[in-house]
């Protein structure tokens, strides 16, 4: 059973870090390409950023809101997809989403999210 | 970046209706738009892919439909775990930008 658990959330002040993990489990995480997508609260969905599988050499985008402070980064002997966030500020604030990105570039499988509040 | 509308932002309506919900691309996009149901406080659920290709485990009283620039999701027959709200999502290229959801709910 494909199963993804984000974890590392949580309160960060302005101009802080946070290092957020995708655990894998049911596929190789290698074979895949994987997404994050975010959800400010109450809002809809942003996509944030992707790392292609390894097949082809891992390459990351992102989107223009976070792009030069988020990188995507990964585990393969752990089966695992981080993100690092750096300078975050308050409009970062959302539930944080790791993604398997299938056939046709849909998302098939979600985790559950990890939710990071960025305040003072 | 392409952006993506959707209509109705939200719609009432009762166990056994037919719902229609509208999306539209800002340029063509052939069939690359996925649908997706988010039931309150839990992750989006992938509905359908490739505009009108329905994913394993779906029921098949939801149906998609369209290709360029509009597109379709049917709800023939609504259950009470179908109240949700629903974002359309093109595909086609980089950032993979979504609509702003539709939300269904109850009559």
């Not at chain 2, 709200?85 to 290229?93: A, F, H, L, P, V």
């Amino acid at each position: 059973e494909v199963q993804l658990v984000e974890s590392g959330g949580g309160l960060v002040q302005p101009g802080g870090s946070l290092r957020l993990s995708c655990a894998t489990s049911g596929f190789s995480v290698s074979d895949w390409y994987m997404d994050w997508v975010r959800q400010a609260p109450g809002k809809g969905l942003e996509w944030v950023g992707r790392s292609t599988n390894k097949a082809d050499s891992y390459i990351t985008e992102y989107a223009a809101s976070v792009k030069g402070r988020f990188a995507i980064s990964r585990d393969d002997s752990k089966n695992s997809l981080y993100l690092q966030m750096n300078s975050l500020k308050a409009d970062d604030t959302a539930v944080y989403y790791c993604v398997r990105r299938g056939v046709f570039n849909s998302f098939d499988y979600w985790g559950q999210g990890t939710l990071v509040s960025v305040s003072s | 970046d392409i952006q993506m509308t959707q209509s109705p932002s939200s719609v009432s309506a009762s166990v056994g209706d037919r719902v229609t919900v509208t999306c539209r691309s800002s340029q063509g996009i052939s069939s690359g738009l996925a649908w997706y149901q988010q039931q309150p406080g839990k992750a989006p659920k992938l509905l359908m892919s490739a505009a009108s290709s329905l994913q394993s485990g779906v029921p098949s009283r939801f149906s998609g439909s369209g290709s360029g620039t509009d597109f379709t999701l049917t709800i023939s027959g609504l259950q009470p775990d179908d109240f949700a709200t629903y974002y359309c999502q093109q595909t086609k290229s980089l950032p993979f930008t979504f609509g702003p959801g539709t939300t269904v709910d109850i009559k």
